[in-house]
């Protein structure tokens, strides 16, 4: 018979395997930081830096105040324990699954000329770029010397040498070592990786199932379609993936009411050694791009939220911002801020707050310290709510009475 996990637990099993339900601290550790790395399995990257760039705030919201060279660390240069792939978006990974994403670089190599095929038709501009790396070893695209090396056309206006990088990285011919001022660090793989991970790789049906436990140990709790997006991917091996799994004992086959797809239960998976908390004690706020968050169908399953990001919207048609951050409270996602760093003023500006429908009362009272952690962590000195939105007037009413 198929346990029966209530929508409340399914929750706070979601989050405990995300790292939440700990206390968070105005020092955290490196160790802690890197504790946040090894659960979560990646780190997805994005250019935006209003307030913080994407990949560092999944350890704030999990562990407090950081130092964020302790995960520059982490994530960059030769002694790094990570490496830049396209794992969900372009992301940190820990450098050992390395291999089993060789099947996806594949892809990229079948692809046509939009990626891989990009290189194959290029092969002369390939090879230059190649040798240029293996005589100067890492760099940046804008430090290549070539006459192809000038903006222009779509893609963002890259040039030549610039898309056949990024054809190269998706490729593996050449990989992300670290970022400068974040534009990619070039090198060749065998500049940057130890010799054990350019060896053969695993059959696409292990890596795969090997990336499905990963992600299953991640989520805690988790649909077919939950799953496979952790790692972006395809659904009929992940499928096969999860049959192997739960004969192995590794996922366990459970229903979560209210998890349907029209009429019918949408099948479930709880990871062996998932936690079953009784009562998760959280308050954060998450990046667009937190695992938490990021694939929109489980957010709206899970946590009864609909949250999309309005970076791309029109100022006059944004609902709640430009960057709008989720609020966890709890085991809930009871609002939303939009945040700003303005670091010339030396203060975190909340340009807009709102509540969902059912919020707690104590919503900005338990907010208002995150903020405060938040505005440390930035280097701010102080906290500035613009007014907009209906949980702005609870939040200034704090700020006040906390001064």
Known sequence: MVDVVSPALARRIALAAQGFGRPVSETASTRAVGGVVDRLGLLQIDSVNVFERSHYLPAFSRVGVYDRAALDRITSGRRGRMVEYWAHQAAFIPRELWPLFEFRREE????????????????????????????????????????????????WG???VKRTLEMMFRTGDVVCVERRRFERVYALPEQALAPELLGPPPAEADAVRQLVELAASAQGIATEADLADYWRMKRVPVRAAIAELEEAGVLVPVEVPGWATGSRATPAWLHRDARRPRRIEAAAVLSPFDPVVWFRPRTERM???????????PEPDRKFGYYSLPVLIDDRVVGRVDLKSDRKAGVLRVQSAWAEVGAPADTAARLVPVLRRAATWQGLDDITVIGRGDLSPALEAELRAAA
Do not use: K, Q
């Not at 990626?115 to 290549?144: K, Q």
């Not at 609909?306 to 970076?311: D, L, T």
């Open 158 to 160: 890259w040039s030549d």
């Open 108 to 155: 990229f190599r079948r692809s046509g000329s939009d990626w891989g095929g990009w290189v194959a038709e290029n092969r002369p501009l390939a090879d230059w770029l190649r040798a240029e790396l293996a005589a100067n070893g890492p760099m940046r695209a804008s430090e290549i010397e070539h006459d192809a090396n000038e903006r222009r056309g779509p893609w």
């Open 303 to 313: 946590f009864d939220f609909h949250y999309r990001i309005e970076i791309y919207t």
